[in-house]
């Protein structure tokens, strides 16, 4: 990846803010554009690897993220950055911004690429999804709030459990070039309907099992945990939730355990966020000592 870029564009605005040297609340910012000498959308899925924050957008196609602090977007051939005190700041930031694009290209056979991209979909389209009974179990307060930040891709389809299947799936394959490197990506339709049924089918069997077993035993000595009986239990953590819990006492990390069970870190994340409120827990390693110590796990 080359460092050199052209074509800078320093540009100086306003804003209303509270400043320490001066009576009046607005202050001078300064915003940056650039264009990098080459092309650098292959580094986007990277990008969106690393930073927590990063989002990349299909349309046009562009990558979101904070860099020491400072807002990035990055198109294949241009980047804007804002908002900076001075020009001289903004201006040295270039250099090591294109340090870190070169860094991020020498080291990419280390990054596990996150090919996950955003699509605009009206934040009504997604609302029209839901069961719109404001239960909050995809801990956004109402439905509303919950459409809005999947259509920003803060929050992902499946956090809501009355979400309607969907009709197909698809997958996104990598495409990579004769060096290895990702160029592209493939998404292609598949089918897993029924392969969740036979999940669905094979779950209520344990169930049923497990509800036989129970009279002759008294206890069996591990906590049933489902969504259809949240009333009878307390913690009630949902079937996925107890997977998530298994593999953070196995000491996988986030990104390992959206990969084993096929989700995306932030769905990770928010599994994470209900299992600490559930558990009353502040930390994985409580989180794990308190499912095991509870028969959950
Ligand atoms: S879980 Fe679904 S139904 Fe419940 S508040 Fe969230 S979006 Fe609405």
Redesign the pocket.
């Known amino acids: 990846m080359r460092t050199s870029y052209t074509d800078v564009n320093c540009m100086v605005s306003n804003i209303n803010r509270p400043h320490p040297d001066a009576d009046s609340k607005s202050a001078k910012v300064w915003s940056l554009s650039f264009k990098p000498d080459q092309e650098t959308a292959f580094l986007f899925p990277y990008i969106n690897g690393v930073l927590d924050d990063a989002l990349w957008y299909e349309h046009p196609e562009h990558v979101t993220f904070l860099f020491e602090g400072y807002r990035c977007v990055l198109y294949p051939d241009l980047a804007a950055v804002h908002f900076f005190e001075t020009r001289q700041g903004a201006l040295a930031f270039i250099p090591r911004f294109m340090n870190y694009l070169e860094t991020l290209d020498r080291d990419k056979e280390r990054i596990l690429p996150n090919l996950n991209q955003i699509r605009h979909i009206s934040v009504l389209d997604i609302f029209r999804l839901?069961?719109?009974?404001?239960?909050?179990?995809?801990?956004?307060?109402?439905?509303m709030a919950?459409?809005a930040a999947v259509a920003k891709g803060k929050a992902v389809a499946d956090?809501?459990?009355?979400?309607a299947q969907p009709m197909s799936e698809s997958a996104v394959y990598p495409v990579f070039d004769s060096q290895g490197r990702l160029v592209d990506s493939v998404s292609l339709k598949i089918d897993t309907a029924g392969l969740k049924q036979r999940i669905l089918d094979q779950e209520k069997q344990i169930r049923m099992l497990e509800a036989q077993f129970i009279p002759f035993g008294g206890s069996h000595g591990h906590m049933p945990c489902s969504q259809e009986s949240p009333g009878n239990l307390d913690p009630a953590l949902t079937h996925r939730e107890i997977q998530v819990l298994e593999l953070i006492a196995q000491g996988y990390t986030n990104n390992e355990i959206g990969q084993h069970l096929f989700i995306s870190p932030h769905t990770v994340k928010s599994h994470m966020i209900h299992i600490f409120n559930k558990l009353n827990v502040s930390d994985r390693t409580q989180a794990a000592v308190t499912g095991v110590r509870m028969g959950m796990i």
């Open positions: 839901l069961p719109r009974s404001n239960c909050r179990d995809c801990g956004f307060t109402t439905c919950f459409s956090q809501c459990p009355g979400l």
